[in-house]
């Protein structure tokens, strides 16, 4: 397992094994019956390629509205707790004392992408987002604290687990595409991304 620092993440390459990373898959199954995952419409309308459903007392949502954490589902159900096993990375990699709040769950389709964006919807910065990669390569780029400026970008592989904390907590980030077939961790193919965060 190597360790890296790119502009204040930090980047744990292979932190999951194959087998703890098919638990996990297993793990997230019953979640995503009971929470099916669903396309996020943009505050201007914009229909986003990536999937989302959340687990936890909060979850993440994104509508006209706009960018929230809620208790409840889009379908109006409570999100399902977070798997054990997801807890065990936080609290193997973050913290022991406090769990996170809401653990969202990202799938991307061949030709999903994620703009650069911050997390700035806690209440909090001074927990990290903790996000774990499951499935196919993606293309992860990381900016600044403030938007523009010059980006630099890493291939995340399955099993690799991000860190976004410290001054870093704010930077902008992204998914420029992923690599499709490129793991055979999810029949169907994709990718999987889980950030943990503590909302509240
Ligand atoms: C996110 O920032 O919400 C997702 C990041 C990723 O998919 O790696
Ligand atoms: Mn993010």
Known sequence: MTRLLLRGFEIRKGYLDNAVQSRLIDALRPLLKSAPLFRPVTPSGKVMSVRMTSA?????????????YQGQHPGG???????????AIWQD???????????????????????LHQDKDEADFSWPVLSVSLGDDALFRIGNTT???????????????????????????????????????LPKGGRINLTMRVAT
Request: net charge positive.
């Open 147 to 185: 938007r523009g400026g010059k980006t630099e970008s890493i291939w995340l592989n399955s099993g690799d687990v991000v860190i976004m904390g410290g001054p870093a907590r704010l930077t902008y980030h992204g998914v420029d595409r992923i690599r499709p077939g490129s793991s055979r961790l």
């Open 93 to 115: 990699l973050v913290s022991p004392e406090r769990a996170p709040d809401c653990c969202l769950i990202n799938y991307y389709g061949k030709d999903a992408k994620m703009g």
């Open 77 to 87: 159900m409570n999100w399902p707790k977070i798997p054990e096993l997801v807890l």
């Open 56 to 68: 936890g007392d909060l979850g993440w949502v994104m509508d006209k509205a706009g960018y929230r």
